[in-house]
């Protein structure tokens, strides 16, 4: 039997459930949330390895209408995160909407009946499918193997993907490591079972993840061999605890916490006038920086391996008080000479070196430049989006892409930032797809989609402000693409794409009111 809703929404991070929150204030009750993971969190369900933490101020990451006064730390770590989205799901009543353990195999416009078609299949006996095959996230499923999982149908007028852009882990390229013959995991699905007690373990990647798990990994492994090909520029984390009488006041007098709020959003758009505006004024920030270092590290030596060469604000820059501490030991190794290949139980640098290991973590990131995988959403004509990004993703306020109807993204490319909290811009985005919803309602299209031409000069201004940026100074970032493209980031103050995305445009689009169906068609979907 196929389901039917009006509205279907990928995920349940922050995107998909304030999108879900939004809709159920609004009046939209016909929608349904998938999820493929066993709960509720997303990123923060997802990522649960040892020193997971938030790297923005908890007061401001976290939803303006939904403040949290109970946060324990100024930059709260995984567990508290992921309860703030529980409470969240069950206070606002979408629990009933969501669909645990259901993977979205595949979405697709179907012009003859102006909706979307969507494939979910069960996701354990999918993960165990995949396991079998020796298969990874993101990678092509072969739909004539008889083997997989059954595959069961939901039909949408609209389509929100929730999905984010750091959803799909990403693994280097290394001769053998497949065949590696210890323990290897991604920081993403962290084995908490494995005692690194006694062990010789090798990390590769320095990383947001890495930073924050490798002083774990050291505080019990016999050896730790980190493999840095880039170092990042490291900062100091101003965090602390937020002690009880804050927390009290907070819970109050919620004008209080609101301050706050403002005072560190108002903070952190400074930055931007660095990396925007005059990329000199971060000099500062480098000279902090080099202060870090030289405070943290005794071995000079260490302190050249873990100094970038590249301008401050290139790449993503991190924060961290127990990183460098942790490489400056004795029984821990920062490795820079590459890797060769995998043989049986040790790793082979470019030198040829070989080195011993019992486990191998990954902490290589996610696909950024493909946040959402090939094969999974097919617009008009059948063309799978990663064809319509040929050079690179690119949207319409980072939200819609011409050729897909009735199709919106949340953290849609050059929506992330450099500065400041993501769940601002997702909820500037839930503020867009909730106008264009009502608009369709109130007018009765039955489908908008963006022009082509719309698409184009808005890209053309972002990528003319991103070309005077720090982030295209010349170093090797997942920010860029292959092209030397950015599709990642926002290239400018966050409360200037608020303003963008106060109303949905209808002019930039093509509305089509619904039409009378062919005979013999499915009927139309009824909101």
Known sequence: MTQTAQIAIIGTGFSGLGMAIKLKEAGFNNFVILEQSDDIG????????????????????????????????????????????????????????????????????????????????DSPKLWGYMEANNLKPG?????????????RKLHAEVLVSGMGGLSTPAYPDIKGMDTFTGTSFHSQNWDHDYDFRGKRVAVIGTGASAIQFVPEIAKDAAHLDLYQR????????PDREIRPLERMMFKKVPQTLNAFRQSIYWTLEARVLGFVGNPRILKIGELQARRHIRSQIKDKELRKKVTPDFHFGCKRVLISNNYYPALDQDHVDVL????????????????????????????????????????????RGGQDLLDAWREGAEAYKGTTVAGFPNFFMLMGPNTGLGHSSMVYMIESQVQYVLDALKKMQHRGWKTVEV???AISQYNAS???KLGDSVWQTG????????????TTLWPGFTWQFRQQTKRFDAEQYVCEAAEVMEQGGEPALVG
């Open 42 to 121: 997303g990123t923060w369900h997802e990522n649960h390895y040892p020193g997971c933490a938030c790297d923005v101020q908890s007061a401001l990451y976290s939803f303006s209408f939904e403040q949290n006064p109970n946060w324990t730390r100024m930059f709260a770590p995984q567990p508290e995160i992921k309860a703030y989205l529980r409470h969240c799901a069950e206070k606002y009543g979408l629990l009933e909407h969501i669909q645990l353990n259901t993977h979205v195999a595949g979405a697709r416009w179907n012009e003859r009946t102006g909706a979307w078609a969507i494939e979910t299949c």
């Open 139 to 151: 990678d092509v499923l072969d739909r004539s193997d008889k083997t997989l999982p059954r595959f």
């Open 230 to 237: 880039t170092p990042p520029w490291i900062m100091p984390k």
């Open 336 to 379: 820079t000479d590459g890797i060769r290949e995998v043989k049986g139980n040790t790793i082979v640098d470019s030198k040829g070196t070989e080195r011993q290991v019992d486990c191998i973590v990954y902490g290589t990131g996610f696909k950024a430049q493909e946040p959402i995988p090939r094969g999974m959403i097919f617009g």
């Open 451 to 453: 022009k082509e031409d």
């Open 462 to 464: 972002i990528h003319a």
């Open 475 to 486: 170093c090797k970032s997942w920010y860029v693409n292959e092209n030397g493209k950015n």
